[in-house]
């Protein structure tokens, strides 16, 4: 229980300070929230609960196919923002249209016999 206790804190903690740096320095919490921290620390608690090198080399690999669907999201987004469509619409359309991308790139990755 204490395990998954430090896991939430310290997940939690992460994310806070990106947001917390982020107000200050757009730059420095871009470049901190674009490093893969949530995959790294995944990876790392699957290694230290499991030891399954195939769980994480799969994991690892959906990671990458599932990376370019969701830039869709962190094009979509700004760009309707600048057209002054409402935050929290162009919140939900890019998570919508992100969404979408991640069914076109499953379907075309088993086009190919990619399976993730």
């Known amino acids: 229980m204490v395990y998954y206790i430090v896991k939430v804190l310290l997940s939690s903690v992460i994310i806070v300070l990106i947001s917390e740096i982020s107000k200050r320095s757009s730059l420095l919490g871009s470049i901190l929230a674009s490093v893969p921290l ?3 620390m995944a990876i790392i608690w699957i290694y230290l609960e499991t030891k399954d090198i195939q ?3 799969s994991l690892s690999s959906g990671i990458f196919w599932l990376v370019i669907p969701s830039l869709g999201f ?3 987004l700004p760009y309707l923002l600048k057209k002054q469509v409402d935050f929290w619409i162009s919140m939900g359309i890019s998570v919508i249209a992100m969404v979408l991308f991640y ?3 499953i379907f075309v990755l088993e086009k190919f016999g990619i399976r993730l």
């Open 74 to 76: 962190f094009v979509l």
């Open 103 to 105: 069914f076109i790139m």
């Open 55 to 57: 769980k994480i080399a």
């Open 38 to 40: 949530v995959s790294v």
